[in-house]
């Protein structure tokens, strides 16, 4: 049985054997449009900057990576490393295609991962194509 009373309500309790009772439980009713507590407030608002800086900064520089990943990539093939260096112009090839689609995926950290092998391996195979030319 509830019964309201202002401020106190009366509440049916069971005990550990059982055994039904009231008890008085003093409830506080919050009105619509209070504020909420200032320290809750504050550790909040730099939860979620924190939480969108952290992604930010992870996705562009994945972004970034894929961009040199890309440039080294692209002066390999120009100087003729399909022909010079097939295996590392394949790697680098490859890791950036994988690199590309981790990213569409959502997995920054991965992509950029994948991204740096691919250039990596690009600058391996400059420095073969520089060796035999």
Same mark, same amino acid.
């Given at each position: 049985m509830i019964e309201d009373s202002g $401020?106190?309500? !009366?509440?049916?309790? +069971?005990? %550990?054997?059982?055994?039904?009772?009231?008890? &008085?439980?003093k409830t506080e009713i919050l009105k619509g449009g209070e504020c909420m507590?200032?320290?809750?407030?504050? !550790?909040?608002?730099?939860l979620v900057f924190f939480s +969108? #800086?952290?992604s930010g900064c992870a996705y562009f520089a994945a972004r970034n990576e894929i961009k040199a990943a890309e440039n080294a990539t692209a002066e390999l093939k120009g100087s003729g490393g399909a022909?010079?260096?097939?295996? $590392?112009y394949c790697s680098a090839e490859s890791?950036?295609?994988? #690199?590309?689609?981790? !990213?569409?995926?959502? #997995?920054?950290?991965? #992509?950029?991962?994948? &991204?740096? %092998?691919?250039?990596? /391996? /690009?600058? /391996?195979? !400059?420095? $073969?194509?520089?060796?035999?030319?």
């Open positions: $401020e106190i309500r !009366l509440k049916g309790c +069971v005990g %550990r054997c059982g055994q039904g009772g009231t008890r &008085a439980v507590n200032r320290r809750v407030l504050g !550790l909040m608002v730099v +969108v #800086s952290v022909k010079l260096a097939p295996y $590392e890791f950036l295609e994988i #690199s590309k689609f981790v !990213l569409s995926e959502n #997995s920054w950290g991965k #992509s950029k991962e994948f &991204a740096t %092998r691919s250039k990596s /391996a /690009a600058d /391996a195979g !400059l420095i $073969e194509v520089k060796k035999k030319k």
